[in-house]
């Protein structure tokens, strides 16, 4: 399709009427991996902005040439995301249309961006989001793990004990845990999930999300370790890697009570709320006191 045939679809006839506000940074996200994950309201806003704060002029320069688009680059990073902050603002108040995007994927999302965010909300103006390509998102829509929660963890930390220190505190969340991870640390990382983790726990390892070489492969954390060996390939592209979450535990609140009941029924205040406290694992001293309610003229 020619760049002329693609502005006379329908749909970019019917974007070019909508309105589009001034002093307005638009973030938008960008594909991760198939140029082709780009939206049509992101191909006309970034036709449309004055210029484009990025993570890399060079990256954002040749994503923008793919689609015939050359604009203004104003690099924004993890080193001078403040400064440039401070100057998208000015520009901005002076009616511009500004528009954010990182490497790849959504920005301030495990990258650059919140800070330039944060920057222009704090000055009173806009901020538009459009929506796209998200490895995390991908990843947990191929996963497969029913859980109805997710957490985002984003990279682990690369110090042995402050990993183990969060994993220690992931450990107990009763949702799919969702981390990206870079090829050179993905079997540090396989480590200390299998040292952190119960064996039958599921992984499911997202490599190259969208790409030619794209893989996602499923299975138990004590399986995980010679899956990632087996193929020297796998120390190659960036992860997103899924770990299925602690089982929710049962309401022990609701069951002592249950118990509590049944054993007042036969039992006297302090054998009652003693065996409950045996069986259901709840505090005693609790249990007293809410058979004293349930039974109060024992």
């Known amino acids: 399709m020619t760049q002329s045939s693609f502005t006379d ?24 991996g198939n140029a082709a994950d780009i939206t049509l309201r992101a191909l006309h806003v970034l036709g449309l902005v004055d210029a484009v704060a990025c993570e890399d002029t060079r990256n954002t320069a040749q994503l923008l040439h793919r689609y015939g688009l050359s ?3 104003l690099a924004a990073h993890e080193h001078n995301e403040r400064e440039a902050a401070a100057r998208i603002v000015d ?3 002076q009616g511009q249309r500004i528009a954010l995007v990182s490497d790849a994927g959504t920005p301030a999302v495990s990258d650059p961006g919140a800070r330039v965010v944060d920057a222009v909300r704090a000055a009173g103006l806009r901020v538009v ?7 995390a998102i991908a990843a947990l829509s191929a996963a497969g793990l029913v859980q109805d929660r997710f957490l985002f963890a984003g990279f682990l930390p690369v110090k042995g004990k402050q990993r183990e220190a969060e994993l220690a505190v992931l450990k107990e969340v009763a949702a799919t845990l969702v981390f990206y991870e870079a090829p050179h640390r993905i079997g540090d990382m396989v480590d200390a999930l299998v040292a ?16 030619l070489f794209e893989e996602i492969h499923r299975c138990t954390l004590a399986e995980a370790p010679a899956w990632l060996a087996a193929d020297p390939n796998r120390m190659k592209g960036e992860y997103v890697v899924l770990v299925e979450g602690a089982s929710a535990a049962p309401d022990q609140s609701a069951e002592a009570e249950r118990v509590l009941r049944i054993l ?15 069986i259901t ?3 005693k001293n609790a249990l007293y006191e809410r058979a004293l309610q349930l039974k109060p003229d024992a």
Request: one cysteine or more.
């Open 129 to 135: 989001p459009l929506p796209g390509a998200s490895a």
């Open 281 to 283: 694992g709840a505090k």
């Open 71 to 73: 604009k203004e680059l």
């Open 91 to 93: 520009r901005l108040q």
């Open 264 to 278: 007042l029924e036969s039992c006297s205040v302090k054998q009652a709320a003693a065996l409950a406290a045996q």
């Open 9 to 32: 679809l329908p749909m970019m006839q019917d974007l070019a009427r909508q309105a589009f506000p001034s002093s307005a940074l638009y973030v938008i996200a960008t594909p991760i």
């Open 196 to 211: 952190a983790f119960e064996p039958q726990r599921h992984i499911v390892f997202a490599r190259e999300v969208t790409k």
